[in-house]
């Protein structure tokens, strides 16, 4: 039990010990990876910490010692790998590559110098540095970690997360994440649960796992991740899980990271979303790839900057009442490129997708609603058990966006349908489903408006008992889009 205060440290759970650490009641606790710096001296239009024998790792890899910074860094933002951070009261400063390039608001480490360099004027004002590269280390099974904040730590990529839940069964509760390097939270092991996290503000991601069958993650907030704007790919934004099964995502946001929201990746299988919010993110909002029996039931994908809902080379997946709306360039889009999965039971193929019930409400400067692409421009998506009905659909008028859907079509590449009636036609799909063009289907919290309310009469199919499940109704529930009001 810790008493209220700043801790300035890094805290290793061993194996063979389960252990609880926690905040004492009614008191706020944190885990601070940064010191204040004081001595400053002004040297021309700068100021001058000497002293300065912090000189933490830039190379990018998950592999502690070697370097894949080409792979991660965006040549936009060539600072992005270095794990040095600096505050001027609360207020964090934009770290530069040489002493030149100081200006207000900028920093530079000399390393060589054993300097530290800012170009705002430490007078007066509280300056901190990061100077501990990790929080919180759990290798006890069976522990629980509660209460407390962790902020400012020089976390790289091979530092494995600024807390590490490293083996099975090990709970993260009421934990707040912030303004660390690179990566906020890391799991490799089964059985976690954690719950109401807020994960925010962290360089490069707010959560990875790997390996972690079973996680649980509820009631919890990631926000504004990727700050110091590491490409979108390999890993960044909100949370990216990969080669887990059963992961279980409910009641959560993910909201305004750099990049993506949600990215399901390698190998996820039979992981449910429900009643989840991934908005506004600066890349897609939820991507499925790579992946194998993934239901997604009564969420919100909005205001994303590309794709509210993408889908690639994944298969087994069931979208069920679902709004997906406000996207810049895309509703729901399906992709399949070359790549083929040795495992039968995770093929990495675009099949079996399901939609049903949702609201997709697409932007009138959007590509288009519904896109289903090969990227060999060899297939079929009429080959594929891609299955769209119940689906409430609609664009501001029937020329913006000026296509409702675009199929894979072999050599031809795509096809395109103006109208939901000719991709009926044409694809079988969406006998139930209807598209307004014209009046708003819902309001600014994404709630049917009456225009909406009455085009879905006669939409909504029946929903199996594993989706009603998810919803938490009764399979004789039949409506378009989710059981819960929107919750920014």
Same mark, same amino acid.
């Given at each position: 039990?810790?008493?209220?205060?700043?801790?300035?440290?890094?805290?290793?759970?061993?194996?063979?010990?389960?252990?609880?650490?926690?905040?004492?009641?009614?008191?706020?606790?944190?885990?601070?990876?940064?010191?204040?710096?004081?001595?400053?001296?002004?040297?021309?239009?700068?100021?001058?910490?000497?002293?300065?024998?912090?000189?933490?790792?830039?190379?990018?890899?998950?592999?502690?010692?070697?370097?894949?910074?080409?792979?991660?860094?965006?040549?936009?933002?060539?600072?992005?790998?270095?794990?040095?951070?600096?505050?001027?009261?609360?207020?964090?400063?934009?770290?530069?590559?040489?002493?030149?390039?100081?200006?207000?608001?900028?920093?530079?480490?000399?390393?060589?110098?054993?300097?530290?360099?800012?170009?705002?004027?430490?007078?007066?004002?509280?300056?901190?540095?990061?100077?501990?590269?990790?929080?919180?280390?759990?290798?006890?099974?069976?522990?629980?970690?509660?209460?407390?904040?962790?902020?400012?730590?020089?976390?790289?990529?091979?530092?494995?997360?600024?807390?590490?839940?490293?083996?099975?069964?090990?709970?993260?509760?009421?934990?707040?994440?912030?303004?660390?390097?690179?990566?906020?939270?890391?799991?490799?092991?089964?059985?976690?649960?954690?719950?109401?996290?807020?994960?925010?503000?962290?360089?490069?991601?707010?959560?990875?796992?790997?390996?972690?069958?079973?996680?649980?993650?509820?009631?919890?907030?990631?926000?504004?991740?990727?700050?110091?704007?590491?490409?979108?790919?390999?890993?960044?934004?909100?949370?990216?899980?990969?080669?887990?099964?059963?992961?279980?995502?409910?009641?959560?946001?993910?909201?305004?990271?750099?990049?993506?929201?949600?990215?399901?990746?390698?190998?996820?299988?039979?992981?449910?979303?429900?009643?989840?919010?991934?908005?506004?993110?600066?890349?897609?909002?939820?991507?499925?790839?790579?992946?194998?029996?993934?239901?997604?039931?009564?969420?919100?994908?909005?205001?994303?900057?590309?794709?509210?809902?993408?889908?690639?080379?994944?298969?087994?997946?069931?979208?069920?009442?679902?709004?997906?709306?406000?996207?810049?360039?895309?509703?729901?889009?399906?992709?399949?490129?070359?790549?083929?999965?040795?495992?039968?039971?995770?093929?990495?193929?675009?099949?079996?997708?399901?939609?049903?019930?949702?609201?997709?409400?697409?932007?009138?400067?959007?590509?288009?609603?519904?896109?289903?692409?090969?990227?060999?421009?060899?297939?079929?998506?009429?080959?594929?058990?891609?299955?769209?009905?119940?689906?409430?659909?609609?664009?501001?008028?029937?020329?913006?966006?000026?296509?409702?859907?675009?199929?894979?079509?072999?050599?031809?590449?795509?096809?395109?349908?103006?109208?939901?009636?000719?991709?009926?036609?044409?694809?079988?799909?969406?006998?139930?489903? &209807?598209? #307004?063009?014209? /009046?708003?289907?819902?309001?600014?919290?994404? !709630? $049917?408006?009456? =225009?909406? %309310?009455? +085009?879905? &009469?006669? #939409?909504?199919? /029946?929903?199996?008992?594993?989706?009603?499940? !998810? $919803?938490?109704? =009764?399979? %004789?529930? +039949?409506?378009?889009?989710?059981?819960?009001?929107?919750?920014?």
């Amino acid at each position: 039990m810790l008493r209220a205060g700043s801790y300035h440290e890094r805290v290793f759970i061993p194996q063979g010990k389960e252990l609880t650490i926690q905040s004492y009641p009614g008191e706020a606790v944190w885990f601070d990876g940064s010191s204040t710096v004081t001595g400053w001296t002004a040297a021309g239009s700068a100021w001058v910490a000497p002293g300065w024998n912090f000189d933490f790792d830039s190379r990018v890899s998950f592999t502690a010692g070697s370097d894949e910074s080409s792979r991660w860094l965006d040549p936009a933002y060539p600072m992005a790998g270095h794990p040095e951070q600096v505050w001027v009261d609360g207020v964090k400063l934009t770290e530069v590559g040489s002493l030149g390039e100081v200006t207000k608001g900028k920093f530079f480490t000399d390393t060589a110098g054993n300097r530290l360099v800012i170009g705002t004027n430490p007078s007066g004002h509280d300056v901190r540095a990061s100077t501990l590269e990790k929080a919180i280390q759990i290798q006890g099974a069976g522990s629980t970690v509660r209460g407390l904040g962790v902020r400012n730590y020089a976390d790289h990529l091979a530092t494995l997360g600024t807390v590490s839940a490293e083996m099975p069964n090990i709970t993260l509760e009421n934990l707040v994440v912030q303004d660390n390097a690179t990566m906020g939270v890391e799991v490799w092991a089964k059985g976690a649960t954690f719950r109401n996290l807020t994960v925010s503000g962290n360089g490069m991601l707010g959560l990875n796992a790997s390996k972690s069958d079973d996680l649980h993650i509820t009631d919890s907030v990631f926000s504004g991740n990727n700050s110091e704007h590491f490409k979108d790919a390999p890993a960044s934004g909100g949370a990216k899980l990969h080669n887990s099964t059963g992961v279980l995502i409910e009641n959560s946001l993910f909201d305004s990271n750099v990049s993506g929201g949600l990215w399901f990746d390698v190998s996820m299988r039979n992981a449910t979303v429900v009643n989840t919010t991934v908005s506004n993110n600066g890349s897609t909002g939820m991507e499925v790839e790579l992946s194998q029996g993934i239901l997604l039931a009564g969420n919100y994908f909005v205001g994303n900057e590309r794709a509210g809902l993408e889908i690639y080379d994944a298969g087994g997946v069931q979208a069920w009442n679902n709004v997906v709306a406000d996207n810049e360039l895309y509703s729901v889009r399906m992709l399949q490129d070359a790549r083929v999965n040795s495992d039968a039971a995770v093929p990495w193929q675009l099949r079996g997708v399901t939609l049903r019930n949702n609201i997709i409400d697409t932007t009138p400067t959007a590509v288009v609603p519904i896109l289903v692409q090969d990227l060999t421009a060899t297939r079929y998506a009429n080959d594929w058990d891609i299955s769209l009905d119940g689906n409430l659909y609609h664009r501001s008028s029937a020329s913006a966006p000026s296509n409702f859907a675009y199929w894979a079509n072999g050599k031809t590449g795509l096809t395109s349908f103006k109208t939901l009636a000719t991709f009926t036609n044409a694809t079988g799909n969406d006998t139930h489903s &209807k598209l #307004v063009d014209g /009046a708003e289907v819902l309001t600014a919290d994404y !709630a $049917l408006t009456g =225009a909406g %309310s009455d +085009a879905t &009469k006669g #939409v909504a199919r /029946a929903l199996p008992p594993a989706v009603a499940n !998810a $919803l938490g109704v =009764a399979t %004789s529930w +039949a409506k378009v889009g989710p059981a819960e009001p929107f919750e920014p």
